[in-house]
């Protein structure tokens, strides 16, 4: 298995809907996850940290399965401005040191 | 706050050429990284500084060096740039015990003809 494994995409999907990405890993010690939105031709930027089970803000959940190794976001009601790619993150050893692997992404689209 | 800036933001080199890619954050982070993103690729890690004083490689640290000037600032220096290194760059920083959030410039946009 690939170390950060995400689903390309696209997802289209119509205002209002709900909407959930998947990111399996490999390193079973991983004991914190990363989903970063990256917009076109833009910066990667950090939008839910998941250090436990899951992690809720606003419209947007993380949640974290231990057992077959996976995360998901979920986002409800989903907004025009939710369209960006979503990038899963892992870190590279378990705990708290090492560095981050990124998924490739998942490309979202909302439209009207 | 500017977070984390990058210089320049285009540009466009033939094959052989140098440059230096600059980076700098005012968060006082302790930890630096440099970011290749290439299209079907993702982030792929080139180098990255745990603290002042001290640099690593990442995944993809071949026709690369870096320079952590001093806790703000960290470069990255293409000596003979290839076509395989046209890409977006990004720099990012994060703080000691947090090092799994990370900030990320704006990034630089390198073509190599």
């Known amino acids: 298995r690939k170390e950060v494994e995400q689903d390309p995409g696209p997802f289209n999907v119509p205002e209002g809907a709900t909407v959930a990405f998947n990111c399996t890993y490999s390193?079973?010690?991983?004991?914190?996850f990363f989903w970063y939105r990256q917009d076109c031709r833009k910066e990667p930027k950090l939008l839910m940290s998941?250090?436990?089970s899951g992690n809720e803000d606003g419209r947007f959940t993380a949640q974290l399965n231990r057992a077959s190794q996976y995360i998901s976001l979920l986002i409800r009601d989903s907004k025009l401005s939710d369209s960006a790619t979503y990038l899963c993150?892992?870190?590279?050893?378990?705990?708290?040191?090492?560095?981050?692997?990124f998924g490739k992404g998942t490309k979202l689209s909302v439209k009207p | 706050n500017a977070g984390v800036t990058q210089t320049p933001k285009f540009q466009v080199l033939k094959t052989g050429q140098s440059m230096t890619l600059q980076c700098a954050q005012d968060?006082?982070?302790?930890?630096m990284y440099w970011y290749r993103q290439d299209p079907g690729m993702g982030l792929r890690l080139i180098y990255y500084s745990a603290s002042e004083g001290t640099t690593d490689k990442g995944e993809v640290p071949n026709g690369y060096n870096v320079s952590r000037l001093n806790k703000r600032e960290f470069s990255l220096r293409l000596e003979s740039a290839a076509p395989s290194q046209t890409s977006v760059y990004f720099c990012?920083?994060?703080?000691?015990?947090?090092?799994?959030?990370?900030?990320f410039g704006p990034g630089t946009r390198l073509t190599v003809t």
């Open positions: 968060m006082n982070h302790n930890s």
């Open positions: 390193n079973s010690a991983s004991q914190s």
């Open positions: 998941v250090y436990s």
């Open positions: 990012a920083s994060s703080e000691i015990g947090h090092s799994y959030e990370q900030y």
């Open positions: 993150a892992v870190p590279t050893y378990g705990g708290s040191q090492g560095n981050l692997i």
